[in-house]
């Protein structure tokens, strides 16, 4: 195979979310992944690996204010930005995240430094090198590898939605969340959260309306046939300080495995949606367990989504099941076979995809078919590629 054909071989999608994007600010989300794609096709054509790639893709999503993940996270009930990500390697199948992580703007550059160090192998005495960290133990780790920490992750959007939100939760009747807003709300009003003292950006100016919409994600194939996934997010608005969500979650927030054989092929996946439905039912791994033997992805891809999803004896008190799944399958014969395919029970889902052959990005918003209800009906859709 030639240089210039080795570096076509890849494949790279993207999506910021599974929730409610308004047709208002379509344009910029779409924008956000492309920019996402060329970021990862970059490093993909330089022969980087997969961990690489999704690492870059998802921290550009994170560097971006209008996506609920880094610099534009919502806000907890006290005020504070909390994120949590995961990467998962296809080829070592390690897996690296961080919960409840403040003051980092590209926690998934941490998770994926946790990744590559599980790569040198334990540690002296028999000590086991983590996978996972949470809150003032992994900024030590940040602080330790001489990675900065910063109070300055508040955007103007997450501000606005956080003392929109907060209002409400104080006029209403229930009593569960208003303890804790209405001895921060004047701290909040006071304090150095002001819409002038918080980061300004582009994105700034537009509307956080269409929230509710939560974790980003990535997945790849790499010119030597590797996958990985990456997954990012603030978590939902007002969420109780040090909640742990999907993202941070071995088996909920993505998965990745290399092609086995012919009848167990690569499988990458990122989950969004409602974060502790998506725990519960392990949504990542149970659908890359689903479609990786599979000769149909969208077969097995939708009965999974139905079976384990929205029919899930976890989730049989819930009404409404909010969750959107991004994944990727990779076939390695004579030629590299990928199909990518998106579902989602929430009213839409952005994302885009590119390959080595391509000479542009592709982005897309899915929407559930106007008489359908979110989180009760899906809409499903995929891509085939030949590489």
Known sequence: MSTEEEVKNV???????????????????????KKACK?????????????EAVTAAVAALEDDELTNCGKGSNMTV???????????????????????????????????????????GPLPYGRVR???????????????????????LVSVAALKTFRHYSRKCLKSETTN???????????????????????????????R?????DTVGAVCVDHFGNVAAAASSGGIWLKHAGRLGASAVYGAGCWAQNQMSDIKTGVAAVTSGCGEQLMKTLLA???????????????????????????????????????GILLLRTVQNENREVEVAWIHSTASMCLGYMSGHSKAPTATVSRLE???????????????VLL
């Open 209 to 213: 309306a269409d929230a509710i919409h």
């Open 370 to 384: 106007i008489d359908s209800l979110p989180g009760q009906a899906y809409i499903m859709s995929s891509h085939f």
């Open 78 to 120: 006290t005020g504070t930005v909390e994120c949590d990500a995961s990467v998962m390697d296809g080829e070592t199948l390690h897996f690296g995240a961080v919960g409840a992580l403040s003051g980092v703007a590209n926690p998934v550059v941490i998770a994926s430094r946790l990744v590559e160090e599980q790569k040198l």
């Open 177 to 207: 969340c208003t303890h804790k807003l209405k001895k921060r709300k004047l701290e909040i009003e006071e304090s150095t959260l002001s819409l002038s003292s918080v980061n300004q950006s582009p994105s700034a100016d537009i509307p």
């Open 130 to 152: 983590p996978s996972i960290l949470v809150g003032k133990g992994a900024q030590q780790f940040c602080v330790d590898r001489g990675i900065g920490i910063t109070d300055n």
């Open 285 to 323: 791994k149970t659908s890359c367990d689903s479609v990786r033997s599979s000769d149909n992805l969208t077969h097995s891809l939708a009965n999974s989504f139905k079976d384990s999803f929205l029919e899930s004896e976890f989730l049989k008190p819930c009404n409404e099941k909010f969750a």
């Open 11 to 33: 494949f790279v999608a993207v999506h910021v979310g599974a929730g409610n994007h308004s047709k208002l600010n379509e344009s910029s989300y779409k924008d956000i992944c």
């Open 39 to 51: 970021q990862a096709l970059l490093l993909l054509k330089a022969r980087c690996s997969a961990l």
